[in-house]
């Protein structure tokens, strides 16, 4: 079964990117892709840019709506995404607690819908 | 009010598992004697608040229990044999309410809990429940599975219990190591740590501790014939010894060769020696002593001030030759490579199949170890990547990040 994890970053996360802590902080990460590409789980993924730079569209009334930033104003916001193939929910949460994310946002782990 | 409502807490704290043992050995309905006692608990918020907390606060919390149970077995008219089960009982239970103590049954509710006819993934979560009243969601949040799937499990697993009639009794002895063996496993399971102290630490369970060492003892002090309840006791007490030694100040995670032993808990090694001691007095060697054992020779540094391989690496051989896991093997492999050299340690990591261990983040944790102190890079930082980004704890990510260079 395929499992998107979506990786919900704080403001702290953004930052650390490009911050003194960056080093770090891509290390952990490269580490975490390397890990999962090892398994034989990983399908694909992306990081996204900052939430500042998002661009949100709704149509009402057959008008388009454009709103500058993300959907949602939420403490924690999406910072990227990854497909993994597994056999079960448990063995997805278990990738989703070490995501280096998962220690400081939050990782919302949920089934791909197959058409 | 605030008084009461302490001594309702402290009552419920204390009482929890001998009353829903003493009420479902009886009832064979887990779930019926939990919804009493909620039930009790609310109605003494209310009674004691009026009328002053009881002098005997268990014996009112079980008497109110069992008229609920006796009442919902009444209403329901379905279950008119348990009706008949449960007045029998009402006189035991009188003479129980107006003695000091009444029977602890909670060692029946431990083998009900990892009985082989309920889903062993449900054991630990049953038994914390049971035993402990803790609530579905703070199970939930230290097994990583939401709590409404966790709530149902627990729920099925009740309704299994009363369905199936399974008995609540200690099992005779033929059965009893084999049964024994699922109760320690999953007291074992709550307690979570895998294979402690190489690089990795399994924290999730880590809020569970406290819970696994009280069942274990009273395992222990309840079956002294039994030497595996005593070395499932020593073996966390060790571990638990040497919590407070494994974060530094600023939480940088130190790894057990470079912890300050002066942190160590005196007192709980000292009942890990007895405990095991004691055990092996029966002549009855198994897993759970074995590695009890190994934690023995660790704990030895606190006096000597080195770490005596050799004993350490017999004794992995002896674990392995008991129970063959993953982490028996690599611990081995990690043992070998200090008392022998890192080749004979990297031979035997060698010897495990990669497939196993795609995912198990204490082989690659070694094995960048003694790739590194064998000079083998690059082969080393690819295992450090791949040890790294299998951690759960960030503590010991950065740990190994800096390991890394």
């Known amino acids: ?115 | 009010m605030e008084e009461v409502h302490r001594a309702v807490e402290a009552a419920a704290r204390e009482s929890y598992g001998r009353l829903i043992a003493y009420l479902a050995a009886r009832s064979r309905d887990v779930a019926g004697a939990e919804d009493a006692l909620s039930a009790a608990l609310l109605a003494a918020l209310e009674t004691w608040s009026r009328d002053g907390v009881p002098q005997k606060p268990e014996a009112w919390l079980l008497t109110t229990a069992r008229r609920r149970l006796i009442d919902r077995a009444r209403h329901e008219r379905t279950r008119a044999e348990s009706v008949l089960t449960l007045q029998l009982i009402t006189d035991e239970a009188y003479e129980a309410t107006t003695a000091d103590k009444f029977p602890d049954e909670r060692l029946k509710l431990l083998f009900v809990c990892a009985h082989p006819a309920i889903d062993p993934g449900v054991h630990t979560p049953l038994m914390l429940q049971c035993v402990f009243g803790l609530d579905a969601a703070r199970i939930a949040r230290a097994f990583l599975i939401s709590p409404t799937t966790m709530g149902q499990r627990l729920v099925r697993a009740k309704t299994k219990i009363r369905d199936a009639g399974i008995a609540f009794e200690v099992p005779r002895d033929h059965e009893l190591p084999q049964r024994l063996a699922a109760v320690l496993e999953a007291i074992y399971a709550a307690y979570g740590s895998g294979w402690e102290d190489s690089a990795g630490v399994d924290s999730r369970r880590g809020d569970l501790t406290e819970e696994a060492i009280w069942l274990a003892r009273m395992l222990a002090q309840k079956l002294p014939a039994e030497p595996e309840a005593g070395g499932l006791l020593a073996l966390m007490l060790y571990c638990e010894a040497r919590r407070p030694a494994r974060r530094a100040r600023d939480g940088r995670y130190v790894p057990l060769s470079e912890q300050d032993v002066g942190c160590w808990s005196r007192p709980m090694i000292e009942e890990a020696e007895q405990t095991l001691v004691a055990a092996a007095k029966l002549a009855r060697p198994g897993r759970f002593q074995t590695e009890a054992a190994i934690q023995s020779v660790h704990a030895e540094r606190a006096h000597s001030g080195r770490t005596d391989w050799l004993a350490i690496t017999s004794l992995y051989e002896g674990l392995v030759q008991l129970a063959p896991s993953l982490g028996a093997r690599i611990g081995r492999a990690a043992a070998v490579a200090e008392a022998y050299g890192p080749e004979q340690g990297l031979a035997l990591l060698n010897e495990i199949e990669t497939t196993a261990v795609a995912a198990y983040q204490t082989y690659w944790a070694v094995l960048a170890h003694l790739l590194r102190k064998l000079r083998r890079e690059p082969e080393a930082t690819q295992a450090y990547n791949r040890a790294i980004g299998l951690s759960e704890d960030s503590a010991v990510r950065q740990f190994l990040l800096k390991q890394r260079g």
């Open chain 1, 1 to 115: 079964m395929q499992y998107m994890m979506l990786i919900c970053e704080t403001e702290d996360d953004f930052k650390a990117r490009t911050n003194e802590k960056k080093e770090m902080f891509w290390a952990a990460w490269r580490a975490y892709h390397e890990a999962m590409v090892g398994a034989g789980v990983y399908i694909t993924g992306s990081a996204l840019q900052a939430p500042s730079t998002g661009t949100t569209v709704r149509l009402k009334g057959g008008k388009r709506l454009v709103q500058d930033g993300p959907f949602a104003d939420t403490k924690e916001q999406l910072g990227g995404f990854i497909i993994l193939e597994l056999p079960s929910l448990d063995a997805a949460l278990d990738w989703a607690a070490r995501c280096p994310a998962a220690a400081t946002g939050a990782v919302e782990v949920r089934p791909v819908l197959a058409m």
